[in-house]
């Protein structure tokens, strides 16, 4: 759904360029439109990433190391900055999506798209989202780590 998304903003994003600057029409709803889309595309796709392990890790030493070393430095980071990283964004945010709900935010612009408030709801979803990818990539480092050594690592 978010690589759809990502083709709506994208095809918006040009009509908004073509309305601009061939026919001299703005529209600022459009234009949060596709702020909103991008918005959910980065705070859903980040725990998506990191389940197909498309985040950016420095592979130098990563690259040579055995399937149970991966699962090591990888329960590691996981343990030590990507857990806590998750609940900071998540404790950190409750007050700032609270209150943007308590006043049912909308856009400062004349014209703009309401429900501000909802988009700040990705804020805590995202985080709690990717804790959870965080518990998951942990028990499959866990079963790594538990299991049988793999073909891999007697090669």
């Known amino acids: 759904m978010i690589a759809w998304l990502t083709l709506a903003m ?17 529209s600022i709803a459009m234009q949060e439109a596709v702020m909103y889309m991008h918005g959910i ?16 890790r420095v592979d130098i030493f ?3 190391l055995s399937t149970k070393g991966k699962a090591c ?3 590691f980071g996981t343990l030590v900055f990507l857990l806590p990283v ?4 998540f404790l950190s945010s409750l007050d700032y999506v609270a209150f943007s709900w308590s006043v049912h935010e ?3 612009m004349p014209g703009g798209l309401p429900g501000v408030f909802v988009i700040k709801t990705l804020i805590p979803a995202m985080a709690i989202l990717l804790f959870l ?6 028990l499959r480092n866990w079963v790594i780590l538990v299991g049988k050594t793999s073909h891999e690592d007697k090669v």
Do not use: W
């Open 86 to 89: 998750a609940m900071f964004l």
């Open 10 to 26: 994208l095809f918006m994003t040009c009509c908004i360029v073509v309305a601009r600057y061939a026919l001299n029409i703005g």
């Open 41 to 56: 595309v980065f705070m859903l796709g980040i725990p998506y990433t990191l389940k197909h392990q498309g985040h950016v």
């Open 106 to 108: 909308t856009s400062a």
């Open 73 to 75: 430095v990888d329960t």
């Open 62 to 64: 990563h690259q040579k």
């Open 133 to 138: 990818q965080g518990i998951a990539e942990l």
